[in-house]
């Protein structure tokens, strides 16, 4: 069963221009790199809600888990740390439309 990682975060704000050009340039060809499909990133402009929702597919639990413990990973991961505050990942069934 495919599923869904849905991932949060807020931007540090010192690291703005950073963080864009990280995840534009090197984050999404990262995971997609791995073998996991970005399908959908949302921005929060009003609340009290984690200022980006990023989601992504994988084929299925095993292969997430897998991802996830894997050095390339680890690698995008620690540098996504360094731009950004307040990082949680869920792993949950894949449906359409949005999922948080």
Same mark, same amino acid.
């Given at each position: +069963? &495919?599923?869904?990682?849905? +991932?949060? %975060? ?12 990280? @995840? ?6 990262? @995971?997609?790199?791995? !073998?996991?499909?970005?399908?959908? =990133? %949302?921005? &929060? ?10 989601? $992504? ?8 888990? &897998?991802?996830? =413990?894997?050095? !390339? %990973? =680890? ?8 731009? @950004? ?5 869920? $792993?949950?069934?894949?449906?359409? !439309?949005?999922?948080?």
């Amino acid at each position: +069963m &495919t599923v869904k990682l849905i +991932m949060n %975060w807020d931007i540090s704000p010192e690291h703005e221009q950073e963080y864009f050009e990280f @995840v534009i340039g090197e984050f999404i060809p990262g @995971v997609q790199h791995l !073998g996991l499909q970005p399908v959908d =990133a %949302w921005a &929060t402009v009003y609340g009290e809600y984690p200022q980006i929702q990023v989601n $992504i597919l994988a084929n299925d639990l095993e292969q997430a888990r &897998t991802i996830l =413990a894997s050095d !390339g %990973w =680890a690698r995008l991961r620690d540098k996504l740390f360094g731009l @950004v505050h307040n990082f949680e990942v869920k $792993i949950v069934p894949a449906r359409g !439309g949005f999922q948080f």
